[in-house]
């Protein structure tokens, strides 16, 4: 490629990167969190907000508010947002999904200009993304790279309960203490993931905006946390033998690894090494088909579970429990 060539291609990538910041980064805040104590509030953490609406309500990580909530609740907690156009003003946290790492915070304001989310389930691997965050309490700063690599699972930790973050987004766009729950944008300046963690040297993660995401973002707002149903099993993808493969014309199903003590799926009569093809009428290849199965609604409901023990086919039904965390 000739030096002109060259010239041209670096010019219209960073054409596109200043586009997508220039689109998303006045919709980017960045948080300072406040700890409240006897003698007064003071400094303990910073991160960032992607604005979801224009009456104030924002999309953070969990991990970055939950310190500013532990003591006090999930609406307790607080502190200040900055914005590019120089406004600070003072949050408070609305809801925390510390199982998807996601939270909601707002500010009392009627004209925030809310980012356009976008949907992390057509990404490619090698497709430009652009990070948009705080990272050492500077607001705007902007790194750009690509995605390295998709479906990736980040564990979640909540009290007792464990859950893993599904289709994670892995990027080589830089992330520094700071950047967590600020914007990943593709290059249409759409926000396609929350940025939430360091996956190592050159390496970030980020929690996909899909539509698990929006209804766990919807609950935050509306009512402040996120119910789920429990089902109590762990396992992973196994291929089917050759006559399951027929029966169910898919290739793979769930095999069960671990069964939770007095869970329903221990009270259906789930079992190590069942391997599931199906719930409540849908297929299931992976634990991620399980948990998108797991919503409010599924709590108390019964559940036909079709499943293949060696060889003999089970029909199971089981009935969810509601996740305690």
Known sequence: MAATEEAEALDAYSRVVVE????????????RLLRRTRSGRFPSGAGSAVVLTPDGFMLTSAHVVSAASR?????SGGGRASFLDG?????????????????????QSGDLLPARLGEAEGLRVGQLV????????????VTAGVISALGRSLPALSGAAMRYIENVIQTDAALNPGNSGGALADSRGCVIGVNTALAGFGLGLAVPINATTRRIVGSLMRHGRVRRAFLGVAGGPRPLPPHARVKV????????????????AERAGVRPEDLIVEI??????????????????????????????????????????????
């Open 20 to 31: 997508v910041a220039d689109r998303v980064a006045p919709s980017v805040a960045s948080l």
């Open 71 to 75: 003591r006090t609740g999930a609406s």
């Open 87 to 107: 406004r600070e003003l003072a949050f408070e946290v609305v809801g925390i999904d510390r199982l998807s790492d996601l939270a909601v915070v707002r500010v």
């Open 130 to 141: 652009v990070a948009i965050g705080n990272p050492h309490g500077f607001s705007g700063s």
């Open 249 to 264: 014309g898919r290739d793979s199903g769930l095999e069960v690894v671990e069964v939770v003590a007095g869970s329903p």
């Open 280 to 325: 409540g009428g849908v297929p299931v290849q992976r634990a991620d088909d399980v948990q998108e199965l797991m919503g409010e609604e599924a709590i108390g409901r019964p559940l036909g579970v079709s499943l293949l023990r060696a060889d003999r086919w089970l029909a199971l039904e089981l009935v969810p429990s509601e996740l305690v965390e």
